[in-house]
């Protein structure tokens, strides 16, 4: 079993390439490693995904439908006749299950299929790894399970924001950016954050913070005035997508330009500001749009951009998500948790299949996660998300498939070959790709 002693260990001689991507490349802001100790801690992970479980059984109990039963109904489902355990699935959600709100055709059969309806009449351990966020995880949870028409329990998931949680202790006050609304502070309170500012709690204080926006009423009702002169801000979290980048980015370049993050005040070097964390780095997304539409990392490298042309010095932030080898990390110790608690496998699994739609992120990680992890972590591009057929992306993954269904299909059948016949599994990538120097991506 891999240790935090291990995975360092490997860590400190393996080729970090991702720490020396150039600013060109959009996607490769730099992969910054975020210590062990600032993620969750494999004795948390219990706890956590308990805490979760009772909050979603909350959340059960008070979300219900006008006629008063459940909104979530549990599938009838044939009694699988075995549970894997020597290999598990890992899912992206955007692009792979969901795309613009509406489930892909094949991923409630692809769920279903993983549950047991498969001609091996075997199910297997899953969970869910997305960059996406902007509500709890119980709530995005609730959601999934309604869409895919599938309980999903909060012990199988992680969000880009998660691993903040870890934060919560080092940072007094904080300002929270993104989102709908009020979520991101409750979000961030969830966490453990003890005093979270947000944009809307400044423009209240000081309405000229930003010339060419105003609140709405609901915005300035629940915004908080604050006296700034006597508060230090001592780091930035973007959990979600900015709803206002002009007025979120003046704020934050405020924040970045002062000293100890105190807003009414201006570094002369332009280096005493607070550090920035964005839960993930993904520059583009898929939606119900044909086309794939700017997100967070577009953000980023905006802001960065945006600083070394006002104050002439490069900014460094720091990014969760996937491709983050953290976050791999995370999953893989939510993994065996849940694998323990709801299938009593009390080991890790050989191979763990992640599926997912983006190369920069979870073809990248999961391929780089590959490289220092004891388990075979082998990984699925789809072409329902961000990948378009016809591209060759930058990161090859070991196998494309056209949708979810394909991808659990091949994943199934690839570990009943390797049980059934040795000789019949190869390890060569499988993705039809020739060249990862391309440079041609999406
Ligand atoms: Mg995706």
Not at 113 to 127: D, Q, R, S
Not at 314 to 334: E, H, M, N, V
């Amino acid at each position: 079993m891999t240790t935090a002693d291990s995975l360092g260990t490997r860590r400190s001689v393996r080729r970090l390439s991702s720490l020396e991507a150039c600013r060109a490349d959009l996607y490769g802001g730099p992969n910054v490693l975020v210590p062990p100790r600032h993620l969750m801690a494999s004795s948390e992970a219990h706890d956590i995904a308990i805490e979760m479980a009772m909050a979603k059984q909350h959340l059960d109990e008070e979300i219900s439908s006008e006629d008063g039963s459940p909104r979530v109904a549990t599938p009838i489902e044939r009694p699988p006749q075995t549970t894997a355990d020597d290999f598990a699935l890992a899912f992206d959600i955007d692009g792979v299950l969901i795309r613009g709100g509406e489930p892909i055709p094949e991923a409630a059969e692809a769920m279903r299929y993983i549950n047991g309806e498969n001609p091996y009449g075997v199910k297997v351990p899953y969970i869910f790894v997305t960059n996406g966020g902007g509500k709890t995880e119980e709530e995005r949870c609730l959601d999934l399970s309604s869409q895919l028409a599938l309980e999903v329990s909060p012990g199988q998931f992680i969000c880009g924001h998660t691993p903040m949680r870890e934060m919560a202790e080092k940072f007094d006050t904080v300002l929270v950016v993104g989102g709908v609304g009020e979520k991101c502070r409750i979000v961030a309170e969830g966490y453990g954050f003890k005093d979270v500012i947000t944009p809307g709690d400044i423009i209240k204080t000081r309405h000229d913070t930003t010339p060419f926006r105003s609140l709405t009423k609901e915005e300035y009702q629940n915004s908080r005035v604050r006296d700034f002169s006597k508060i230090n801000i001592e780091a930035i979290f973007v959990f979600a997508d900015s709803r206002d980048w002009a007025g979120d980015q003046q704020i934050i370049l405020d924040l970045l330009m002062s000293k100890n993050g105190r807003l009414d005040t201006r570094s002369e070097t332009f280096d005493e500001g607070p550090p920035v964390f964005f839960s993930h780095n993904d520059v583009v997304w898929s939606t119900s749009h044909e086309h794939v539409r700017i997100g967070m990392g577009a953000l980023r490298a905006s802001l960065e951009a945006l600083y070394k042309a006002v104050t002439g010095k490069d900014l460094s932030t720091i990014a969760f998500g996937k491709p983050q080898l953290g976050t791999y990390q995370f999953a893989t110790r939510l993994l065996r948790q849940w694998r323990k608690d709801t299938h009593g496998i009390n080991r890790p699994p050989s191979t763990v299949y992640f599926v997912g739609d983006t190369p920069e992120s979870d073809i990248r990680g999961t391929n780089e996660f590959n490289d220092i992890s004891d388990s075979d972590w082998y990984s699925i591009l789809v072409k329902t998300g961000v990948y378009q057929e016809g591209t060759i992306p930058r990161y090859p993954p070991k196998k494309v498939c056209q949708n979810v269904l394909d991808a659990v299909q091949f994943a199934v059948e690839r570990e009943f070959a390797k049980s059934g016949n040795e000789s019949a599994i190869s390890d060569d990538i499988d993705s039809g790709f020739v060249s990862e120097s391309a440079g041609v991506y999406n």
